[in-house]
T-cell receptor
Framework: SQQGEEDPQALSIQEGENATMNCSYK?????LQWYRQNSGRGLVHLIL?????REKHSGRLRVTLDTSKKSSSLLITASRAADTASYFC???????????FGTGTRLTVIP | EAGVAQSPRYKIIEKRQSVAFWCNPI?????LYWYQQILGQGPKLLIQ????????DSQLPKDRFSAERLKGVDSTLKIQPAKLEDSAVYLC???FGQGESPLHFGNGTRLTVT
């Protein structure tokens, strides 16, 4: 299976702290994407990193990708209560036309 | 732009009954996906359409699930007959293309099979 796995499964931090989530996957990829899901809602695309990129920034988000280790990390800096959600990584396999989602990290930011 | 629309929002049925879900993607998006998300898990792809053709339905339980996308726009997903293990949120997503195009998700239909 190409499905990624996030680590940790759950994370609880204080507002203002940084949150780091990790994703491991099994096969070669063209790109890796991170999505956020608020309770009872659909997923929202956050950021995409290509297989030839090592780091990417978007606002308070920083994503790294290590293709040799088949892993990625998502860092949210200066967290806010509104960042409380589940975060999923999604990978495409080379030659595949769809995304495989991981199991998710549930982030709770305490005000 | 208007988002991906799904209906109904919630559905409760008894096992062995049938149910249908509807999805209207973002205008101009050629690719449409149906995902199943069981509580506490990540979404699992059921079927992917490119316009009105099926790209991937390898994980669709075809003995009970069916999906169509007539005219390459709206799509319906049907389950007949439903089983208890079909209880999940069914998410529809669309994208402009494939590859690097981000997916835009609807809010899903929460199905409970009793």
């Amino acid at each position: 299976s190409q499905q990624g796995e996030e680590d940790p499964q759950a994370l609880s931090i204080q507002e203002g702290e940084n949150a780091t989530m990790n994703c491991s996957y099994k096969t070669s990829i063209n790109n890796l994407q991170w999505y956020r899901q608020n309770s009872g809602r659909g997923l929202v695309h956050l950021i995409l990193i290509r297989s030839n990129e090592r780091e990417k920034h978007s606002g308070r988000l920083r994503v790294t990708l290590d293709t040799s280790k088949k892993s990625s990390s998502l860092l949210i800096t200066a967290s806010r209560a509104a960042d409380t959600a589940s975060y999923f990584c999604a990978t495409d396999g080379t030659g595949a036309n769809n995304l495989f989602f991981g199991t998710g990290t549930r982030l709770t930011v305490i005000p | 732009e208007a988002g991906v629309a799904q209906s109904p929002r919630y559905k409760i049925i008894e096992k062995r009954q049938s149910v249908a879900f509807w999805c209207n993607p973002i205008s101009g998006h050629a690719t449409l996906y149906w995902y199943q998300q069981i509580l506490g898990q990540g979404p699992k792809l059921l079927i992917q359409f490119q316009n009105n053709g099926v790209v991937d339905d390898s994980q669709l339980p075809k003995d009970r699930f069916s999906a169509e996308r007539l005219k390459g726009v709206d799509s319906t997903l049907k389950i007949q007959p439903a089983k208890l293990e079909d209880s999940a949120v069914y998410l529809c997503a669309s994208s402009f293309g494939q590859g690097e195009s981000p997916l835009h998700f609807g809010n899903g239909t929460r199905l409970t099979v009793t």
